[in-house]
């Protein structure tokens, strides 16, 4: 349960900084952590599914659904999200100092403002910083 409260006020003070960060880039997509998505699947050959550990996107309507797995401590933020070509580009704050051992799972709700929209999106990349930029496994 502590770590259910722990991931739950990271998840609050991360859709903060989130949605701040990526309005006063000007970015044409708002970034909101929501603890209310389900995490994103895999279904296997025997018809089972798995919840992936990886980072993860899916389009969803009105929105891109985007999975973010790391350290509890300090947490993933997004410091701002872009699009170009149908490339959505999210932005992680470089995370300096230790961090925790274990896996954190959260769910961010990736909102389309002004011309954008959601089915143009055809990848999702994630900056990490560093010149660490991976695209993320697509979930339907």
Known sequence: MLITRRA????????????????KQGASWSAEADDSLDYLSREGADGDSSVLTDDAWAPREGFIQLQLCGASIPGQKIESVSEK????????????GPQTMDLLITEWRLTP????????????????????????????
């Open 113 to 140: 403002e002004g011309d954008a929209q959601v089915s143009s999106i055809e990848r999702v990349m994630i900056d990490y910083g560093g010149g660490d930029v991976r695209e993320a496994e697509r979930a339907d």
């Open 8 to 23: 739950l006020l990271l998840s609050a003070a991360t859709a903060a900084f989130g949605l701040t960060a990526c309005q």
């Open 85 to 96: 070509d149908g490339t959505l580009t999210v932005t992680l704050e470089v995370q300096d």
